[in-house]
């Protein structure tokens, strides 16, 4: 299976898109945005912060649902969010006077890969460097937290020929695999085995999740935390420049 699906066909749906998620699928119909603030659910738990685009916000309930009776949380999301506005939620959340977390759950570069591919992004013509960078900024910007969670991106805004999406995954697979602290959760991978992308993602822009695959999408986030994320896991040095 290439991509969930052939590449004219996505490349047809992500044209209405215009560079940004929640327009793929109708406008309005992901006006979704949730901003830090106090900490919620358990407040004796282990405290996580979430950071994502709407794709964690359609999440949002279910992850709730998942985290409240054993973790304290704060979720930041918005829809068509990139990865250096992401860093701004992220910088919230771990400056909270409740204090910061001892883990996070990052989804963030899909908008960046959709945005580049329409030339109205900040990193347009296919600039991975500067894509690298913005992940390496966020990821300083958090070594103060023991563990992080980076979550592989959907790589079909690629079927215009650019490398984005797969740029940041392959910054996800060398970070999980060579710094403590650091972990994957594959959910490009996982989209791509047996009728996973059918079920979970949205037929109409191949990339926004079906209800099916917002439960699952929050399970993964909690399966990953309870996995990797014991708390009081001791942070990472910081990170050394990257280079594309």
């Given at each position: 299976?290439e991509?969930?699906?052939?590449?004219?066909?996505?490349r047809a749906r992500?044209s209405?898109?215009?560079?940004?998620?929640?327009?793929?699928?109708?406008?309005?119909a992901l006006?979704?945005t949730?901003?830090?603030?106090?900490?919620q659910?358990?407040q004796l738990?282990q405290k996580v912060?979430?950071?994502?685009?709407?794709?964690t916000?359609l999440s949002?309930?279910h992850?709730?649902?998942?985290?409240?009776a054993?973790?304290s949380?704060q979720?930041g999301?918005?829809d068509?969010?990139?990865?250096?506005?992401?860093t701004?939620?992220a910088?919230q959340?771990d400056?909270?006077v409740?204090?910061s977390?001892t883990?996070f759950?990052?989804n963030?570069?899909?908008n960046?890969?959709?945005?580049?591919?329409?030339?109205?992004g900040p990193?347009?013509?296919?600039?991975?460097?500067?894509?690298?960078?913005?992940?390496?900024q966020l990821?300083?910007?958090?070594s103060?937290?023991?563990?992080v969670?980076w979550?592989?991106?959907?790589?079909?805004?690629?079927?215009?020929g650019?490398?984005v999406?797969?740029?940041i995954n392959?910054?996800?697979?060398a970070?999980?695999?060579?710094?403590?602290?650091?972990?994957e959760?594959?959910?490009?991978?996982l989209?791509?085995q047996?009728d996973?992308?059918?079920?979970?993602?949205?037929d109409?822009?191949?990339?926004?999740t079906?209800h099916?695959?917002?439960?699952k999408l929050?399970?993964?986030?909690l399966?990953a935390?309870?996995k990797d994320?014991p708390a009081?896991?001791?942070?990472?040095?910081?990170s050394?420049p990257?280079t594309?």
């Open positions: 299976m991509m969930v699906g052939d590449r004219a066909t996505w992500l209405l898109s215009g560079g940004s998620l929640g327009a793929a699928i109708g406008v309005g006006v979704t949730m901003l830090p603030g106090l900490y659910g358990n738990g912060g979430i950071v994502g685009d709407s794709i916000c949002a309930k992850i709730e649902g998942d985290f409240n054993r973790y949380f979720i999301c918005k068509g969010i990139t990865i250096t506005q992401g701004q939620y910088q959340i400056k909270s409740e204090g977390p883990a759950v990052v963030l570069g899909t960046d890969a959709l945005q580049d591919e329409h030339d109205i990193h347009n013509n296919n600039d991975i460097g500067a894509v690298w960078r913005d992940l390496t990821d300083d910007d958090l103060n937290v023991g563990c969670v979550v592989t991106v959907n790589e079909i805004p690629d079927v215009y650019s490398h999406a797969a740029a392959d910054w996800i697979h970070r999980a695999a060579t710094r403590p602290g650091n972990f959760l594959n959910w490009w991978g989209l791509q047996g996973n992308g059918k079920l979970w993602l949205s109409r822009d191949g990339i926004h079906t099916a695959g917002q439960q929050a399970d993964l986030y399966q935390v309870q994320c009081g896991t001791v942070p990472a040095a910081p050394p990257s594309p």
